[in-house]
T-cell receptor, first 112, second 114 residues
Framework: GESVGLHLPTLSVQEGDNSIINCAYS??????FIWYKQESGKGPQFIID?????DKRQGQRVTVLLNKTVKHLSLQIAATQPGDSAVYFC???????????FGKGTMLLVSP | SAVISQKPSRDICQRGTSLTIQCQVD?????MFWYRQQPGQSLTLIAT?????????ESGFVIDKFPISRPNLTFSTLTVSNMSPEDSSIYLC???????????FGQGTRLTVV
């Protein structure tokens, strides 16, 4: 079946740098996307979402970009902090279906 | 966002036994889901818990192994039956109000089967 995947399993950055986490999806019918952050020993935490009628959405220190042409999603974290260290998952959804499909995850390691 | 409480947070169980995991939400929610997350892996949907009817299972998961209850709009249980070491995993409850909206997660239940 179609799936959501990530390019990089681990991303290491220095504190203060900007981080970019990428996600490729293959289901062209997907029209809603979410980024989650999962810290060790915790459940996934919602970060930001975007619908397919948008190509960019900004939150506090985070920006999600959606390129439907190449089926690519990215999460940008500005001024990365040690507290941002976690595994980040993208997830996709199709209108009319209640379930999310999760990507493989990227571990972000932030060095002080 | 909803506050989701899962119990137990972790357990170590003997093979062949069963464990029931509870998920309590602080408000009524339309949808409740159960996920499995094996060590170092992503989340895999086990089933959608339907209020007042049988759960909807994903491919590879069956009711005899993972019976689910959802007696009302704020509570659900997942039982892992006849456990084997391969069932060692994190089990996560998730809730949502509708399609195409964010889903929220509990803190998970870390299960180890010995």
């Amino acid at each position: 079946g179609e799936s959501v995947g990530l390019h990089l399993p681990t991303l290491s950055v220095q504190e203060g740098d900007n981080s970019i986490i990428n996600c490729a999806y293959s289901n062209s019918a997907s029209d809603y996307f979410i980024w989650y952050k999962q810290e060790s020993g915790k459940g996934p935490q919602f970060i930001i979402d975007i619908r397919s009628n948008m190509d960019k959405r900004q939150g506090q220190r985070v920006t999600v970009l959606l390129n439907k042409t190449v089926k690519h999603l990215s999460l940008q974290i500005a001024a990365t902090q040690p507290g941002d260290s976690a595994v980040y998952f993208c997830a996709e959804n199709i209108s009319g279906y209640s379930t999310l499909t999760f990507g493989k995850g990227t571990m972000l390691l932030v060095s002080p | 966002s909803a506050v989701i409480s899962q119990k137990p947070s972790r357990d170590i169980c003997q093979r062949g036994t069963s464990l029931t995991i509870q998920c309590q939400v602080d408000s009524q929610v339309t949808m409740m889901f159960w996920y499995r997350q094996q060590p170092g892996q992503s989340l895999t949907l086990i089933a959608t818990a339907n209020q007042g009817s049988e759960a909807t299972y994903e491919s590879g998961f069956v009711i005899d192994k993972f019976p689910i209850s959802r007696p009302n709009l704020t509570f659900s249980t997942l039982t892992v039956s006849n456990m084997s070491p391969e069932d060692s995993s994190i089990y996560l409850c998730s809730v949502g109000q509708s399609t195409n909206t964010e889903a929220f997660f509990g803190q998970g239940t870390r299960l180890t089967v010995v």
